[in-house]
């Protein structure tokens, strides 16, 4: 038997989980995505090591306890344990989408939302593709005397199908997430993966010589990295075995139940600072 939790990661800048940063000509250093809907994810491996570091910082030993114990040398078994906290990959909810000439908005899918509803056992109905709140800053336009609301992005324009009342969009903004219910779209299944790479924040990089201000042209002069854009926010659920627990309960926050964190690589020129938030039976 397991007790349910989940956490919310809000990235607080850009967030790069995925291959490594190389330094060959021309490398893109691409993030993890999920395979239907092609949006960034973190892997549970990433989130694990994550907890495991700072928990292995504060209290030497119990990370052993609570994430597995890591492999022994020289032990049949390979000394390893069953972790009793276990941990699943974080999918997006909401994506910030820059919307040329008009305010950011933040999009999901109903796939994405699905999930979220999945994991934080939500009774709500999904909104359906292309609704919005009301309360929407969206373009105005007249058709045939049809008032409708428009988003412009890089490639297009895209209409407001179905507005709903604020109060059942704010259902959808996750806990600990600093969201507005005015900027939050939800849009179809097929059109969040070309949306997700425009939203992706991108940056090109150079190694220098050690020894002078100049492109080190021998060891791979230029390369990119792609990450999640500030401001994204993802769900990953966790499960907590209930015959291992302690009476105490799994505090990796102490008496908080958020706190701030680094995910992926990068984190020496700026990437990867979150924030998570629990919730649910972790306690």
């Keep these: 038997m397991y007790k349910k939790a989940y956490g919310i990661i809000e990235t ?33 491996s990433s989130i694990r090591g994550r907890f495991r570091a700072d928990m292995r910082e504060a209290d030497k030993g119990s990370e052993n306890t609570w994430y597995g114990h890591e492999s022994v040398e020289g032990r049949p078994d390979g000394g390893t344990t069953e972790a009793i906290v276990k941990f699943e990959y974080a999918s997006l909810v909401w994506l910030p989408v820059f919307c040329p000439g008009q305010p950011v908005v933040w999009i999901s899918c109903p796939r994405l ?115 999640l854009p500030e401001g994204s926010v993802l769900i990953f659920p966790i499960a907590l075995k209930q015959s291992g627990l302690k009476q105490s309960g799994w505090k990796p926050f102490g008496d908080r139940a958020s706190q701030d964190m680094y995910f992926g690589g990068l984190e020496s020129v700026g990437f990867g600072r979150c924030n998570v938030t629990l919730a649910g039976e972790y306690q």
């Design 113 to 227: 939302l699905k999930r979220y509803k999945l994991i934080t056992g939500s009774t709500d109905a999904i909104p359906k593709p292309y609704t919005a709140a009301k309360t929407l800053r969206g373009r105005q336009i007249s058709d045939r005397g049809t008032a409708k609301q428009i988003l412009f992005f890089n490639l297009g324009f895209m209409e407001i199908e179905q507005q709903i009342e604020a109060e059942a969009m704010q259902k959808w903004i996750p806990t600990g997430a600093d969201l507005a219910v005015e900027s939050l779209v939800v849009v179809g299944d097929n059109d969040i993966a070309m949306l997700h790479d425009m939203a992706l924040y991108r940056q090109s990089r150079i190694k220098m010589m050690d020894d002078m201000k100049k492109v080190d042209t021998e060891k791979g002069a230029f390369f990119n990295v792609e990450a």
């Design 12 to 44: 607080l800048a850009p967030l790069h989980v995925g291959a490594a940063a190389g330094e060959e000509s021309g490398n893109l250093n691409l993030i993890f995505r999920d395979q239907f809907t092609q949006t960034g994810i973190i892997a549970g």
